[in-house]
Nanobody
Framework: QVQLQESGPGLVKPSQTLSLTCTVS??????????WSWIRQPPGKGLEWIGY???????YYNPSLKSRTSISRDTTNNQFSLQLSSVTPEDTAVYYC??????????WGQGTQVTVSS
């Protein structure tokens, strides 16, 4: 059973960079066909997919966020990370990391609240 856990600051100032890390246990982030995703949910809104990093290390981002997004991985520590630059209050959301496999998001972290405010 793959388990994921998000970590990072809960408060970020406008114009700064949001940085989160997802620690994975129960499975390797280099396992074939595993896609490691970041997803967020702003208050009162639906889920928004941010992007993923494949088991190969290739990344793909939501076009609406692509210019500000970077997803990377640390295979030694079995982690992957999100950086979202130039944040505004509209980036306030609960951020989730999740495993995409066999056409579904099968495992999710518990989510972490990030608030953008001065």
């Amino acid at each position: 059973q793959v388990q994921l856990q998000e970590s990072g600051p809960g408060l970020v100032k406008p114009s700064q960079t949001l940085s989160l890390t997802c620690t994975v246990s129960g499975g390797s982030i280099t396992t074939n066909y595993y896609y490691w995703s970041w997803i967020r949910q702003p208050p009162g809104k639906g889920l928004e997919w941010i992007g993923y990093i494949k088991y190969t290390g290739t990344t793909y981002y939501n076009p609406s966020l692509k210019s500000r997004t970077s997803i990377s991985r640390d295979t030694t520590n079995n982690q992957f990370s999100l950086q979202l630059s130039s944040v505004t209050p509209e980036d306030t959301a609960v951020y989730y990391c999740a495993l995409y496999l066999d056409r579904s998001f099968g495992s999710w972290g518990q989510g972490t609240q990030v608030t953008v405010s001065s």
